[in-house]
């Protein structure tokens, strides 16, 4: 007779991730002061005829664009959490929105790159000391966001042992770290350039800076964007994976033969085990050291021959 266990009549599907509130307001905070830089770098580019602050200023207003994308995934995934159209929440939506932020990323990445070589065969007159003024003044905003959305660890032993690596796992946030780590990226090197042009002559150092930095960016971008369309594809975690077929089969006669596991938000992960010569309920207390799962659907047969139920 087959058991089939699917983790009580009566459960929610909201996986947000327990930081899901709080980080909310550190990337609407992130993105006010995105947006009052942003707009006074393209004040101080037109004031000090500044082609390099102009250019800084709007490389800035599209990471603005995206923070404000991480922001409103967010809200969005609060709003909607408990509808349930959304049969497994809306714990992807920030890595959605990671995913968008990564193209975005990529593609300022390119547009550097070839803003850098137009300079090298064209190299432009820049007002080195104002533009060094407000390049410094961007990297402290950039700083300062960086420590807002920055991985904190003061209160991680309060938690379950799965959430000490929320951070990395909120591909939502991770995406609006790594738009702030590229503009301070991009601000160190402007600074270098300029300094560099102001004191030693050399103009060149300006475009030079510019192709390392659309490098190092481009090399974020990628990285993001698997990490993001794993969770959107569903692709499995090799380690949990391997810990629940370790509980399950090791030491006892059951065998699982069929395992689905993927992601359903920074909250953990959803599996549905099928399993041969045991009982739900045996399987189910096996895999309660499993932190990752928070949503488990178990299939048990008492022999292979025995076909699934209608």
Do not use: C
């Amino acid at each position: 007779m087959e058991q089939s266990d699917v983790g009580g009549m009566a459960h929610d599907h909201v996986f947000l991730g327990r930081d899901h509130d709080r980080n909310t307001r550190r990337v609407l905070w992130v993105v006010l002061l995105t947006l009052t830089m942003m707009v006074g770098e393209i004040v101080a580019g037109v004031v000090f005829n500044s082609m390099a602050l102009l250019a800084d200023g709007f490389h800035m207003a599209t990471h603005a664009g995206a923070l404000t994308v991480a922001a409103f995934a967010y809200l969005l995934a609060r709003r909607y959490a408990a509808e349930r159209r959304f049969t497994f929440g809306t714990g992807k939506v920030g890595d959605l929105a990671g995913f968008a932020s990564s193209l975005v990323l990529g593609l300022v990445a390119l547009g550097i790159a070839v803003e850098s070589a137009l300079r090298f065969l064209n190299p432009q007159p820049v007002a080195f000391s104002e533009a060094t003024a407000i390049a410094v003044l961007g990297l402290l905003v950039n700083l300062l966001s960086a420590v807002l959305l920055g991985p904190d660890h003061h209160h991680d032993h309060h938690h379950e042992p799965h959430d000490h690596a929320e951070h990395g796992h909120d591909n939502n946030l991770r995406s609006a770290y790594v738009h702030v780590l590229a503009d301070a990226l991009t601000s160190v090197l402007a600074i270098a350039a300029l300094l560099g042009g102001r004191f030693l002559g050399w103009v060149w150092l300006d475009p030079a800076m510019g192709l390392v930095g659309a490098a190092v960016i481009a090399v974020w971008s990628w990285s993001l964007m698997r990490a993001a369309s794993s969770v959107l594809l569903d692709m499995a975690d090799p380690h949990v994976e391997g810990e629940i077929r370790e509980l399950v089969e090791d030491e006892t006669e059951a065998r699982i033969v069929d395992l689905h596991l993927w992601r359903v938000g920074p909250a953990g992960h959803a599996a549905i085990v099928s399993v041969v010569g045991d009982d739900a309920d045996n399987v189910r207390r096996r895999l309660r050291p499993v932190h990752e799962i928070v949503h488990l659907t178990v299939e048990a047969r008492a022999s292979a021959s025995q076909p699934p139920a209608a």
